[in-house]
């Protein structure tokens, strides 16, 4: 055998020994990874207990009382007394209408009056005299020392007389009234607020030229306490008045029921309101019927015109299953929860879930009182996960969740 033979087996048989090596050690088995610790979870128990259901309905704040201020004579608007927005009292000046063409027109009826009193006081006084000769007459005529013409006449002239002294009278009560009259118009030049409460914006400005059929010049609100609107379904009243068959029940249950607001910045007004009246009729257009309710407002902080929600229990589930919400995955349609036996094993199960209250959620099928499922870290488990569990605790805020 040459030596280029001898090389080239050579190389083949190293060649041959290579892979067999790389062979080996890939067939080789590897040494198992060690286990790390079994990831931290934060589970709640399953608490079995008699929930409050809430409903909630978007409400729109409104006076108690809305008092419009408009102008009962016509003129020009002199000044404006009040800030607008501020807080004012009953019978308090708002707006002045220039007065001096009603102190005018007043000053003339009195002087009118003035001049029937006069005219009234010297027909009485010709009545008198009248009435005197018609005595005198009368004896006399008996007597036939006077004609019959002289008493027909001087009755005739007493008659005359007192109609004179009517019509005196009528025309004092015509100079009356029309000085009444001029007084209350004058009275009208000063645009007062009806009632005590918050004075809006100014709708016409001074030198306006104001009648009575002017807009209002600005509106006075009642707020405290406050007035909110809200409207619930048909459906939703009925299932109440089921529940209230009788006018006292129903009458009992309202004093008793208290309602939250929630504000648009999400918290919870601190004062809770109750039910005022529901209106007398469904809303044939969106088939639902309106409430008022009354909160507190010291301060007058709630303002008309503002939106919230109005949240009230309407009714009470005994002995349901409850669970933090966050507990809860929703996967194509279906619920599903991390249970953890008492292994600290996890299982996956499929649950229904029922209403939510607040923060957690009814499990109307799926779960057993006592049972603890995984609240926070469910994305680190699987089935068969062994896992170390810490106690849930719900974050305390100071938003609309609760209850």
Do not use: C
Request: no cysteine.
């Amino acid at each position: 055998m040459n030596g280029s033979v001898r090389r080239t087996v050579v190389i083949v048989v190293a060649l041959v020994v290579i892979v067999i090596a790389a062979v080996t050690i890939a067939l080789r088995p590897k040494p198992a990874a060690s286990a790390g610790p079994p990831p931290d979870v934060m589970v709640a128990p399953v608490v079995q207990k008699d929930v409050s259901l809430y409903s909630e309905w978007i409400g729109t704040l409104d006076g108690l009382v809305n008092a419009d201020v408009k102008a009962q004579v016509t003129g020009y608007l002199l000044e404006q007394d009040y800030q607008e927005g501020a807080f004012v009292q009953k019978g308090q000046l708002l707006f002045q209408i220039d007065p001096r063409p009603f102190q005018a027109v007043l000053d003339q009826a009195e002087g009118n009056l003035a001049q029937a009193n006069a005219q009234l006081a010297n027909a009485e006084a010709v009545q008198l005299r009248n009435q005197l000769d018609v005595d005198r007459y009368t004896p006399l005529a008996k007597e036939q020392a006077a004609s019959q013409q002289d008493l027909d006449n001087a009755i005739q002239n007493n008659l005359a007389a007192q109609a004179t002294v009517a019509t005196a009278k009528a025309q004092i009560q015509s100079a009356q009234a029309a000085v009444e009259t001029a007084r209350l118009n004058l009275g009208f030049t000063r645009l007062i607020a009806p009632i005590s409460g918050i004075a809006g914006i100014a709708q016409l400005q001074v030198g306006a030229l104001v009648n009575t059929s002017s807009a209002p010049v600005t509106t006075v609100s009642t707020v405290d306490p406050i007035k909110v609107y809200f409207t619930v379904s048909e459906s939703e009243y009925l299932d109440y008045n089921r529940r209230f068959p009788t006018e006292s029940g129903r009458q009992a249950d309202l004093k008793r029921m208290q309602l939250d607001l929630v504000l648009a910045d999400g918290t919870i007004y601190a004062h809770q309101g109750t039910v005022d009246f529901a209106d007398r009729a469904v809303n044939q257009g969106t088939g639902a019927i309106l409430i008022a309710g009354l909160f507190p407002n010291p301060g007058n902080i709630l303002r008309p015109g503002g939106y919230g929600k109005v949240r009230a229990p309407t009714r009470v589930e005994p002995g349901a299953l409850v669970i933090p919400q966050r507990a809860v995955t929703e996967l194509q349609g279906s619920y599903q929860v991390a249970v953890v036996d008492a292994q600290n094993k996890v299982s996956i199960r499929t649950v229904t879930p029922g209403d939510r209250t607040g923060s957690d959620w009814i499990i109307a099928d799926g779960l057993h009182a006592g049972e603890r499922v995984v609240a926070e870290g469910a994305q680190k488990v699987r089935p068969g996960t062994q896992v170390n569990p810490k106690p849930y605790v719900v974050a305390k805020t100071a938003t609309a969740e609760g209850n």
